[in-house]
């Protein structure tokens, strides 16, 4: 159980009010939203504001802590999209009460670059992309290694619609941080979904390499592999061969409830070539992921699901 | 019997204890907390270069290529090892700026850093070895239960020049000594682990510093390390940890064996 949910648990109690939890409860609540780094902004908005409201005082030196994670709450419930906000219309109660708690931090750290970031993060909410990309633009030129400014410029541009340049920022970084899982995650992410399969390929490889253990890293590099060989693209065996194993090695390290896999499995026996000499063991993986799927949906009961199952998956193998 | 009858024991005034014992360790200890809170003030948040981390990745990645080579396919691999090892782009193949020994001296900052380090250790210590002679000499404060030769005299009674006092009495000064060099379990416990104060930790810095051992913050040379690495990436062969994963899965598998085992328990 983690620390977080744990500290949810200790407040069930007290119908989940801060005024009831107290001050104990509520801090440690929103220390272990801080250190999961879990996106909770319903929780840190209800107990951080009753926290700064009553107990500011008794904080301490975490306040600020306390004002940084209560205002990124603030801003994710008051941003608005940019057609909407044309600048007449009166700004929300969410950022009045953020831009107040911006001016005690920067009063507070006037220097500071996490600050400054935090201030990018509000042009972003208000939908001035252009101010806020500057921010994170003077924030690097500062300190080139911020991490935070560089990641919240790639997702800025992702959500401008300018996948190539958030690519090209990214593919920078990890040209520099080659070890930064998430970073490979997220430009793998931004390969598919402008399609290019050889370059998420690449992603996909450091990933394995990185951290060989975790069976949604074979997944996915299966899935992509397959994707690249399948018939659409022209056909090509090999891949789809490759693809094969490293499902079957997905369903390896996870042999439970991996039904990507099984199906991953069945389309890729569907796109063998058929008429070879390796066609017996095509049928024997085929028949073999179609069992452990329809064991899958008998252990989960549901047996609707599991006569539409058998005859989708017989009609890929015939 | 003679020896005995010449050293008879000396009787302390128990105010010694009181005006001299207890404040040398105390003004010691509190000399202590400052220095360290004083270094921590100071310290100015280091900023690392972008070149070293780049240098670093690059080598961490190609270790982790190495070690984990047989995850990805061989193409893959090939491709990998092309991009590191290629004898005019390979990554590992790029010279480097050796490391020139005396630039961390020239670095006018690196400079001023330094001096504000030992600056910050220094000063408290000049200071003390001032004060304390000047209100604290003179005094002889306990004794250690077992004899020594006299030649320890010039150790344990600094401060006090009587040939005829036996080696066992310790004066003041060699007090204060013994608490400088004596405290640092003490701060480790009060301050944390990691605290600035540790003499020993300097001292032994210095030593290394002049035996030539190669300076704290020297960066090392990485056309070496690129060099090695490249060589051990040039003799890893690839081979494929997922060639038998079909089979693995088809026949005594894990996989297989635990889905038939809950099978027949349920049956």
Known sequence: ?318 | MSDQLSYPDLVLDPSIRDWVLIPIFVIMFLMGILRNNVTKMMRSSEKTKRDTVQQNNLLMRARRLRANAGWVPAAAFAARKHHFCDKEKGLLMQKQDAPNPMAAMSDPNMMSKMMQGNMAMMVPQMLMMVIIPHFFSGFVLGKIPFPLTPSFKGMLQRGVNLSTLDTAYITSMSWYILAMFGMRGLYSIVLGAGSTTDDSALMQQQMGMAAGGGQPGQQPDYNKLYATEAENLQITEHKFHLSAAEEKLLRGGKADGVTARGKAKRA
Not at chain 1, 13 to 31: A, I, K, T
Not at chain 1, 136 to 155: H, M, S, T
Not at chain 1, 201 to 218: D, R, S, T, V
């Open chain 1, 1 to 318: 159980m983690s620390a977080l949910a744990e500290a949810e648990a200790a407040c069930a109690p007290y119908g989940n009010e801060p005024s009831r939890c107290g001050f104990e409860l509520s801090r440690s609540l929103l220390l272990a939203v801080r250190e999961s780094r879990a996106h909770r902004p319903d929780l840190v908005l209800k107990f951080g504001q009753y926290l700064l409201r009553s107990h500011a005082g008794r904080l301490g030196a975490e306040v600020w802590a306390m004002y940084e994670q209560v205002y990124i709450a603030l801003l994710h419930y008051g941003r608005r999209p940019r057609a909407a906000g044309s600048g007449a219309e009166e700004p929300s109660e969410e950022m009045r009460l953020a831009s107040e708690y911006y001016s005690l931090l920067a009063a507070r750290f006037p220097d500071s670059m996490r600050v400054k970031r935090l201030e990018g993060m509000m042009w972003e909410a208000k939908g001035e992309y252009d101010m806020a990309m500057a921010d994170y633009d003077e924030i690097l030129e500062e300190e080139p290694n911020n991490l935070a400014a560089l990641k919240r410029q790639v997702a800025l541009l992702r959500a401008r619609g300018k996948p190539a340049e958030a690519a090209k920022r990214l593919a920078a970084h990890l040209e520099v941080v080659g070890s930064d899982a998430d970073g490979w995650l997220q430009l793998c992410d931004l390969y598919l979904s402008q399609a290019q399969y050889q370059r998420a390929k690449f992603c996909m490889e450091e990933l394995l390499l990185l951290n060989p253990m975790a069976y949604i890293h074979h997944l996915r590099y299966a899935e992509i592999l397959l994707t690249l060989g399948g018939i659409d693209k022209g056909g090509n065996a090999d891949l789809v061969r490759t693809a094969r194993k490293y499902f079957a090695h997905s369903l390896d390290l996870k042999p439970r409830g991996n039904l990507r896999a099984l199906y991953g499995l069945l389309l890729c026996c569907a796109a063998a070539p058929k008429g070879q000499k390796t066609a017996a063991e095509v049928e024997e993986l085929g028949a073999c992921a179609q069992k452990k799927l329809l064991e899958e949906y008998g252990e989960a009961k549901a047996t609707s699901m599991l006569d539409t199952v058998k005859a989708m998956s017989t009609a890929l193998l015939s």
